[in-house]
């Protein structure tokens, strides 16, 4: 019985020993985040690594400042639901990044909506960046809602507050309020010609 308890104590410390809190992104240009997302698989082209830090992070700069985000979290989530503020709870700076790098064209990663505490007040949710095809466990997190706007990253699997579930569903959900481009001038042109004359004799 002591034999079985020293073990479950040992693979106990050493479970907890692979959990670390997320890092910091400093910069949009991130060396450490950048070569992270291209270690991810042989197949990710190191630009669209550097693409992935650059938007994740100026997005969160960027909405900080739009939603005039204040600290902590919770009371910024409390003055969203109360109306003083038009943003910033955690499915909106995921929805806001999702979109963000939905914009771009991606050929080696692809991304994932994430959530931990579903359907419960601690619910979170985050964008996770994978190699196309690779499994979501094996991903990095991208979570701008955690410091009000500081872009922070980290593996799946390692976070030590959050036990992240991806949600393909809520994924499709987002992407869908994306806005069509609006079409070129000439191609309104086309669009406004009358139709020709179909009749036949």
Known sequence: MAMMALAFAISASVAQAEKKDPAFATSANDLVLRGRIAAL?????????????????????????EWRVVWPPGLQNFLVNTGQR???LCFQWAERLLLRLSEQKWETVEFHWAESFETT???????????????????????NWRYGGRLVWGFVPEDPHYRWHENKTQFNRVLSKRVAPAPSPSAAASSNAPAPNRQTR
Request: proline share 4%.
């Open 41 to 65: 698989a042989p197949s990710i082209d190191p630009e669209e690594a550097g693409r992935i830090a650059e938007i994740a992070y100026t997005t969160g700069r960027d909405l900080k400042r």
């Open 86 to 88: 038009k943003g910033g």
């Open 121 to 143: 007040a601690s619910e979170h949710n985050v964008i996770v960046v994978t190699a196309k095809g690779q499994a979501f466990s094996r991903g990095i997190i991208l979570d």
